[in-house]
């Protein structure tokens, strides 16, 4: 809402300045956003100063009051050299008067006494003949051989708008010689509203807020219409077919009016509040709607087949022109005013374009009503027709507005347009506003607010506000007022009593409430342990957008992908971001390859819920998932002895297997996979031992070149590691603890020779076997092949230890279990271990 | 003998001032006081002499050899600092060459500042809870006193899901407040205090200060007496312990859901409140939204809001970096872009 301060001070006295009041508004819940020096110099410590000293000039620029003033056309000169130029002499007061030259069409040779705007030379104004906005700092100059001492001005120069066809003509009694800063000058504030601030949508609102912050003194007057006219009894009918949707309609009439533009005054406010003149008829509609919130709309009365208004849901696929000279075609939910013949306008919304009052309109029938706002907010939806009218009426409007907008509106159209006002108003008002009461208890206001206040406080703030209030005992009995449909239980009085009572006088106090019993969400925190884990193994954690696209899914499964196994927004804003995702790992990969170009190496993970479609719920199943991308040099060259190897399997595996180890889930078996978005000789998928064999943990492992290729990697190798975080999680154990024996340890290294085929988890799983209950640890620390090695054969050395926990293990301890172990690596695998037989 | 002894004696010393290896002094030693050395001889010379010549001839053998081995320590010494000086020479560095690098990862700020925002509620008595992303119409909005074709819901842009025709809405949560509804149905009639921490999602085009995906916080307490002193007491404990030292101020507000409602400033972080850029020389800067639970929301939720009162929050970790650490451009959070991340 923008609000002119001229306007507002015709309602309220303001005991301060207009930017503490700006600072009372906000702390008042109606937020000031900015506010507009139109012409008007800003104090310096203004927060919304304009910036002065940019080349380019603010919206709105302060005028001179030294050098911009009003002027008269004292008399009109042609320009001697130039057709299109004309020699304007301007007086501005005290006998005082220049010569100017200009070009603009709206001045020519004979005027006289025309009210303009003169600046004077070292006046700064914007230029209207630059191409772009720009500050110019008017000298005396001669044009085509004629000095010109200063210049008559357009709005574009003035900053009040982007007009510049030809310059600003004032009102007739415009003082001569005034600086125009205090003729044209204004503040406006920017107030943003809250949806519930509908009582603010309009000058008189604000006032009341203003007077009830501020304690400055209301004026409201009782706007009456001098109407001289016959009675509008019988002249003019209406019948409502669905009062529930239309509680109040009333009608005015004045008639011998001329359509014509409105006065300077009323155009400027219009311009100031954002609304556009159109002509005085539309424009007072406008103006009264700003001013007291009520919407109105004009009918040419002579369009109205027989007087008489009918307010009525439309016949399904029935046609009505806008005045947008749009073609609408409306559902039986619109709710329409029609005369017997058709529609007429869309009720609240948008008038029809046959009915509009034109410049040939002699008689207006002028429409005041009350709206049911789910109606008005539906009807704008479904027409995209957002507009002053329907935002006020979907947000409440005040039901005892109508007749007194009637008098305000036929009061100014006369004053503006001329014509008879009829006596009296149609007012059809079936079920009359009935105030709501409601009891506000002391004890409540402190149950919620935490402050103590007497029920004569209490009442005090809501009197300011308008409120009627009746104390008995501890209890503030309450009318509502009309205009505040939004209060409608105790708690919207406590906001009002804190608001006016002022937050900044609330405590700050220690919640003193009975705590629950608390539990902590295991699965949540286990994720951050996840998380800390993997950054402790030098990754970084990413967040990625949920919403991602089928052709990155696509880029990453490498096979089209079945449209039902996802979630699609019913409204996506891009295609980019049009499904929900299944998997981290597609916009993960694309993070992965942007963020090569960056940096050579790349260690990344993330955590975040994936959503599976769960037919016939509506509702998708949300899964935890955990997804790890590694690329590039495991590390940059560096003097100190480079390890520049490309990051692959076991880099990724060793983090998976450290992982694991810190969750202390024992017992994950990695299986060679045939996937064909991997690498086939370097992936692998984990499987718990525990819990349901079906369900792999994951899979890890090197993309497969064309992976690669399609996600638009450069580099050798990209390792890919997707885990189901909810089973890691599930599968965690609790730490164990195992005493510590002195006994000492001993070890044994045995190499087994066997055919690569056979894989070291298979060996390792035989050695741990058949070691028995004294092996502490087996660690595979080296595999050879080569001579004297025989071909297809490879050599894996492990090194075992042994421990037992109550005496010192002989030689011949070990060599028994040796000797078992080689035993069965060669009854079950065929291997051999070198140094046995 | 004597004779024999003094010239052994500073022989042996003068041999010494010129040894300078450690080998070399083993061999002198060796020479001088081993078995086969001059003092072993004279030693052994000892049953020549009388009886009453023997004492005092031993007590000066030994002199010499305390001597000598004193000497010997003392050269020992000497050698060995001395090869530990040019060991360590040996292995000098240059200082100033750059250190082998190490690998470390790190977490994503937001996830940083989430454990600071837990913490600091943590302490004041909040458990942390999780719920959908993907809500219910009912969840989303009709629970929370936000009904269909109310002006309020243009106060959330929302993404829909695709439903069957006829079924009933799906959305992409459009703040956390729904999980208000989870937690509370949980605990009521008791007590709640919880925050509930989450991705949500609106309908808005992405710039630099907006994104269709954001993190939110919300929190509740709902209990007998809580009001909104608590809420200020609690939301400045928490501003303190996250942002520093700050003030908190309140301003009314509108949300469907909380009755009354406020918009929470803190003192501005950049300038203390003393009026710049960041704050548009106000001195406070936005960073929540709050207020005492709507006594529908409570009804919907289990509760008698005769008998229950509550309070609820929600903010913005984001907006959280932004005060704390001047993060300007939200929309780099989800980028993954490195040169972001590794600033945390």
């Given at each position: 809402?923008?609000?002119?301060?001229?306007?507002?001070?015709?309602?309220?006295?303001?005991?301060?300045?207009p930017?503490?009041?700006?600072?009372?508004?906000?702390?008042?819940?109606?937020?000031?956003?900015?506010?507009?020096y139109?012409?008007?110099?800003?104090?310096?410590?203004?927060?919304?100063?304009?910036?002065?000293?940019?080349?380019e000039?603010?919206?709105?620029?302060?005028w001179?009051?030294?050098?911009?003033?009003?002027?008269?056309?004292?008399?009109?000169?042609?320009?001697p050299?130039a057709?299109?130029?004309?020699?304007?002499?301007?007086?501005?007061?005290?006998g005082?008067?220049?010569e100017?030259?200009?070009?603009?069409?709206?001045i020519?040779?004979?005027?006289?006494g025309?009210?303009v705007?003169?600046?004077?030379?070292?006046a700064?104004?914007?230029?209207?003949h630059?191409?772009?906005?720009?500050?110019?700092?008017?000298?005396?100059?001669?044009?085509?051989?004629v000095?010109?001492?200063?210049?008559?001005?357009?709005?574009?120069?003035?900053?009040?708008s982007?007009?510049?066809?030809?310059?600003l003509?004032?009102?007739?009694?415009?003082?001569?010689?005034?600086?125009?800063?205090d003729?044209?000058g204004?503040?406006?504030?920017?107030?943003?509203?809250?949806?519930n601030?509908?009582r603010a949508?309009?000058?008189?609102?604000?006032?009341?807020?203003?007077?009830?912050i501020?304690?400055?003194q209301?004026?409201?007057?009782?706007?009456?219409?001098?109407a001289?006219?016959?009675?509008?009894?019988?002249?003019?009918?209406?019948?409502?077919?669905?009062?529930?949707l239309?509680?109040?309609?009333?009608?005015?009439?004045?008639?011998?009016?001329?359509?014509?533009?409105?006065?300077?005054?009323?155009?400027?406010?219009?311009?100031?509040a954002?609304?556009?003149?159109?002509?005085?008829?539309?424009?007072?509609s406008?103006?009264?709607?700003?001013?007291?919130?009520?919407?109105?709309?004009?009918?040419?009365?002579?369009?109205?087949?027989?007087?008489?208004?009918?307010?009525?849901?439309?016949e399904?696929?029935?046609?009505?022109?806008?005045?947008?000279?749009?073609?609408?075609?409306?559902?039986?939910?619109?709710?329409?005013?029609?005369?017997?013949?058709?529609a007429?306008?869309?009720?609240?919304?948008?008038?029809?374009?046959?009915?509009?009052?034109?410049?040939?309109?002699?008689?207006?029938?002028?429409?005041?009503?009350?709206w049911?706002?789910?109606?008005?907010?539906?009807?704008?939806q479904?027409?995209?027709?957002?507009?002053?009218?329907?935002?006020?009426?979907?947000?409440?409007?005040?039901?005892?507005?109508?007749?007194?907008?009637?008098?305000?509106?036929?009061?100014?159209?006369?004053?503006?347009?001329?014509?008879?006002?009829?006596?009296?108003?149609?007012?059809?008002?079936?079920?009359?506003?009935?105030?709501?009461?409601?009891?506000?208890?002391?004890?409540?206001?402190?149950?919620?607010?935490?402050?103590?206040?007497?029920?004569?406080?209490?009442?005090?703030?809501?009197?300011?506000l308008?409120?009627?209030?009746?104390?008995?005992?501890?209890?503030?009995?309450?009318?509502?007022?009309?205009?505040?449909?939004?209060?409608?239980?105790?708690?919207?009085?406590?906001e009002?009593?804190?608001?006016?009572?002022?937050?900044h006088?609330?405590?700050?106090?220690?919640?003193r409430?009975?705590?629950?019993?608390?539990?902590?969400?295991?699965?949540l925190?286990?994720?951050?342990?996840?998380?800390?884990?993997?950054?402790?193994?030098?990754?970084?954690?990413?967040?990625?957008?949920?919403?991602?696209?089928?052709?990155a899914?696509?880029?990453?499964?490498?096979?089209?992908?079945?449209?039902?196994?996802?979630?699609?927004?019913?409204?996506?804003?891009?295609?980019?971001?049009?499904?929900?995702?299944?998997?981290?790992?597609?916009?993960?990969?694309q993070?992965?390859?942007?963020?090569?170009?960056?940096?050579?190496?790349?260690?990344?993970?993330?955590?975040?819920?994936?959503f599976?479609?769960?037919?016939?719920?509506?509702?998708p199943?949300?899964?935890?998932?955990?997804?790890?991308?590694?690329?590039?040099?495991?590390?940059q060259?560096?003097?100190?002895?480079?390890?520049?190897?490309?990051?692959?399997?076991f880099?990724l595996k060793?983090?998976?297997?450290?992982?694991?180890?810190?969750?202390?889930?024992?017992?994950?078996?990695?299986?060679?996979?045939?996937?064909?978005r991997?690498?086939?000789?370097?992936?692998?998928?984990?499987k718990?031992h525990?819990g349901?064999?079906?369900?792999?943990?994951?899979?890890?492992?090197?993309l497969?070149?064309?992976?690669?290729?399609?996600?638009?990697?450069t580099?050798?190798?990209?390792?890919?590691?997707?885990?189901?975080?909810d089973?890691?999680?599930?599968?965690?154990q609790?730490?164990?603890?195992?005493?510590l024996?002195?006994q000492?340890?001993?070890?044994?290294?045995?190499?087994?020779?066997?055919?690569v085929?056979?894989?070291?988890?298979?060996?390792q799983?035989?050695?741990a076997?058949?070691?028995?209950?004294?092996?502490?640890?087996?660690?595979?620390?080296?595999q050879?092949?080569?001579?004297?090695?025989?071909?297809?054969?490879?050599?894996?050395?492990?090194?075992?230890?042994?421990?037992?926990?109550?005496?010192?293990?002989?030689?011949?301890?070990?060599?028994?279990?040796?000797?078992?172990?080689?035993?069965?690596?060669?009854?079950?695998?065929?291997?051999?271990?070198?140094?046995?037989? | 003998?004597i004779?024999?002894l003094?010239?052994?004696?500073?022989?042996a010393?003068?041999?010494?001032?010129?040894?300078?290896?450690?080998?070399?002094?083993?061999?002198?030693r060796?020479?001088?006081?081993?078995k086969?050395?001059?003092?072993?001889?004279?030693?052994?010379?000892?049953?020549?002499?009388?009886?009453?010549?023997r004492?005092?001839?031993?007590?000066?053998?030994?002199?010499?050899?305390?001597?000598?081995?004193?000497a010997?320590?003392?050269?020992e010494?000497?050698?060995?600092?001395?090869a530990?000086?040019?060991?360590?020479?040996?292995?000098?560095?240059?200082?100033?060459?750059?250190?082998r690098?190490?690998?470390?990862?790190?977490?994503?700020?937001?996830?940083?500042?989430?454990?600071?925002?837990?913490?600091?509620?943590?302490?004041?008595?909040?458990?942390?809870?999780?719920?959908?992303?993907?809500?219910?119409?009912e969840?989303?909005?009709?629970?929370?006193?936000?009904?269909?074709?109310?002006?309020?819901?243009?106060?959330w842009?929302?993404?829909y899901?695709?439903?069957?025709?006829g079924a009933?809405?799906?959305?992409?949560?459009?703040h956390?407040?729904?999980?208000?509804?989870?937690?509370?149905?949980?605990?009521?009639?008791?007590?709640?205090?919880?925050?509930?921490?989450?991705?949500?999602?609106?309908?808005?085009?992405?710039?630099?200060?907006?994104?269709?995906?954001?993190?939110?916080?919300?929190?509740?307490?709902?209990?007998?007496?809580?009001?909104?002193?608590?809420?200020?007491?609690?939301?400045?404990?928490?501003?303190?312990?996250?942002?520093?030292t700050v003030?908190?101020?309140?301003?009314?507000?509108?949300?469907?859901?909380?009755?009354?409602?406020?918009?929470?400033?803190?003192?501005?972080t950049?300038?203390?409140?003393?009026?710049?850029?960041?704050?548009k020389?106000t001195?406070?800067?936005?960073?929540?939204?709050?207020?005492?639970?709507?006594?529908?929301?409570?009804?919907?939720?289990?509760?008698?809001?005769?008998k229950m009162s509550?309070?609820a929050?929600?903010?913005?970790?984001?907006?959280?970096?932004?005060?704390?650490?001047?993060?300007?451009?939200?929309?780099?959070?989800?980028?993954?872009?490195?040169?972001?991340?590794?600033q945390?």
């Open positions: 809402m923008r609000v002119p301060l001229s306007w507002l001070k015709e309602y309220v006295d303001l005991p301060v300045s930017e503490a009041l700006a600072q009372q508004l906000t702390l008042a819940g109606l937020e000031v956003e900015a506010i507009d139109v012409g008007v110099a800003a104090p310096s410590d203004s927060p919304w100063a304009p910036d002065l000293t940019s080349p000039p603010p919206e709105f620029i302060p001179d009051p030294e050098r911009i003033l009003v002027g008269e056309l004292l008399e009109v000169k042609q320009h050299n057709d299109r130029l004309t020699i304007p002499v301007v007086g501005y007061g005290d005082r008067s220049i100017v030259v200009t070009g603009a069409p709206n020519r040779p004979g005027m006289q025309d009210k705007v003169l600046a004077l030379g070292g700064r104004l914007i230029d209207g630059a191409a772009t906005r720009q500050w110019i700092t008017l000298k005396p100059s001669k044009l085509r051989g000095r010109s001492e200063g210049m008559v001005c357009s709005e574009l120069e003035l900053g009040l982007e007009e510049h066809e030809g310059i003509m004032l009102p007739p009694d415009a003082p001569v010689g005034m600086p125009l800063r003729y044209l204004d503040i406006v504030f920017d107030i943003a509203l809250t949806t601030l509908s949508l309009s000058i008189v609102g604000v006032a009341r807020e203003v007077a009830a501020t304690g400055g209301l004026h409201l007057p009782t706007p009456h219409a001098h001289t006219g016959p009675s509008i009894e019988g002249r003019v009918t209406t019948a409502i077919e669905t009062p529930e239309c509680s109040r309609m009333t009608l005015g009439l004045i008639e011998g009016i001329q359509v014509g533009p409105s006065p300077i005054w009323m155009q400027r406010r219009l311009l100031l954002g609304m556009r003149p159109i002509s005085n008829v539309v424009d007072v406008n103006y009264v709607m700003l001013e007291w919130g009520q919407p109105t709309h004009a009918f040419d009365a002579d369009r109205v087949t027989d007087q008489h208004l009918i307010v009525r849901l439309a399904e696929g029935e046609r009505l022109l806008t005045l947008d000279k749009q073609e609408r075609i409306l559902s039986h939910e619109r709710l329409l005013i029609a005369d017997r013949r058709g007429l306008s869309v009720a609240g919304v948008m008038g029809g374009y046959e009915s509009e009052v034109s410049s040939t309109t002699t008689r207006v029938l002028l429409e005041a009503a009350s049911n706002p789910i109606t008005i907010r539906k009807t704008a479904a027409l995209r027709l957002p507009s002053e009218a329907s935002r006020r009426f979907e947000r409440g409007v005040d039901p005892e507005l109508p007749p007194l907008v009637q008098q305000r509106c036929l009061q100014l159209m006369q004053q503006v347009a001329g014509g008879t006002v009829a006596q009296g108003i149609v007012d059809v008002y079936p079920q009359p506003f009935v105030p709501p009461v409601l009891d506000l208890t002391a004890t409540e206001v402190e149950r919620l607010l935490g402050v103590q206040l007497s029920p004569q406080a209490i009442a005090a703030c809501l009197d300011r308008g409120f009627t209030t009746m104390i008995t005992g501890s209890s503030v009995h309450v009318h509502v007022p009309s205009y505040r449909l939004d209060v409608t239980i105790p708690a919207d009085l406590v009002e009593v804190a608001r006016i009572y002022g937050y006088n609330v405590p700050e106090t220690r919640l409430a009975e705590l629950p019993v608390q539990y902590t969400d295991t699965m925190a286990g994720e951050g342990v996840v998380k800390d884990i993997l950054a402790a193994s030098g990754l970084y954690e990413v967040i990625s957008y949920s919403l991602t696209n089928t052709q899914v696509e880029a990453w499964e490498g096979r089209a992908i079945d449209a039902t196994d996802y979630l699609h927004l019913a409204n996506p804003l891009t295609t980019e971001r049009s499904i929900l995702r299944r998997s981290i790992a597609p916009e993960l990969l993070i992965a390859a942007a963020d090569l170009n960056q940096r050579p190496t790349i260690r990344l993970f993330e955590t975040g819920r994936v599976e479609p769960n037919p016939p719920e509506l509702l199943k949300e899964l935890r998932r955990l997804v790890i991308v590694l690329a590039g040099p495991r590390a060259a560096a003097w100190l002895g480079p390890d520049t190897d490309l990051l692959d399997f880099d060793g983090i998976i297997e450290n992982l694991l180890a810190r969750l202390r889930i024992e017992g994950v078996e990695w299986t060679r996979v045939e996937d064909s991997f690498h086939p000789g370097r992936s692998a998928r984990l718990a525990q349901d064999p079906s369900q792999p943990l994951g899979i890890c492992g090197e497969h070149p064309d992976t690669r290729n399609r996600i638009g990697f580099v050798g190798r990209v390792c890919l590691a997707g885990l189901d975080l089973a890691l999680l599930a599968l965690r609790p730490v164990h603890f195992q005493p024996h002195n000492p340890a001993v070890f044994q290294d045995l190499a087994v020779i066997a055919p085929e056979v894989e070291a988890a298979r060996i799983q035989v050695i076997t058949h070691a028995g209950p004294l092996l502490e640890s087996i660690l595979l620390f080296d050879y092949s080569g001579a004297p090695i025989p071909p297809g054969q490879r050599s894996l050395a492990f090194r075992l230890t042994f421990r037992a926990a109550d005496r010192t293990l002989s030689d011949s301890d070990v060599n028994k279990i040796r000797e078992r172990i080689a035993q069965r690596l060669s009854s079950e695998l065929g291997a051999t271990v070198r140094g046995e037989a | 003998m004779e024999q003094d010239q052994m004696q500073q022989a010393l003068a041999e010494l001032g010129s040894i300078n290896t450690l080998e070399a002094l083993r061999a002198w060796q020479r001088y006081l081993g086969q050395s001059p003092l072993g001889e004279i030693s052994k010379g000892m049953g020549k002499l009388s009886a009453a010549e004492p005092a001839m031993g007590q000066r053998i030994n002199a010499v050899k305390q001597l000598l081995e004193q010997f320590a003392a050269c010494t000497e050698l060995q600092t001395a530990q000086a040019a060991e360590l020479a040996r292995d000098q560095v240059d200082v100033t060459m750059p250190g690098p190490v690998q470390s990862g790190r977490l994503h700020p937001i996830t940083q500042v989430l454990r600071e925002i837990e913490a600091a509620f943590a302490q004041m008595g909040f458990g942390v809870w999780e719920s959908p992303e993907v809500e219910s119409d969840y989303n909005f009709e629970l929370l006193n936000i009904p269909a074709n109310h002006p309020s819901r243009d106060m842009d929302t993404f899901v695709q439903t069957p025709q009933d809405q799906v959305v992409l949560r459009t956390t407040s729904p999980g208000q509804l989870h937690a509370m149905r949980y605990f009521a009639p008791g007590p709640t205090r919880v925050i509930l921490p989450g991705k949500c999602y609106r309908y808005e085009a992405v710039d630099a200060t907006h994104d269709m995906q954001f993190y939110q916080v919300e929190g509740i307490a709902v209990g007998d007496n809580i009001t909104m002193a608590d809420l200020k007491g609690t939301l400045a404990q928490f501003a303190e312990q996250v942002l520093g003030k908190i101020r309140f301003r009314p507000s509108y949300f469907p859901f909380t009755e009354p409602s406020v918009e929470v400033d803190v003192s501005c950049f300038c203390q409140g003393s009026g710049c850029r960041m704050c020389h001195g406070w800067l936005e960073i929540l939204g709050a207020g005492m639970i709507h006594p529908t929301v409570l009804r919907n939720a289990g509760y008698d809001p005769e509550g309070f929050f929600g903010l913005g970790p984001g907006r959280v970096l932004q005060l704390k650490y001047g993060v300007s451009e939200s929309r780099l959070f989800f980028t993954g872009n490195v040169r972001f991340l590794e945390f």
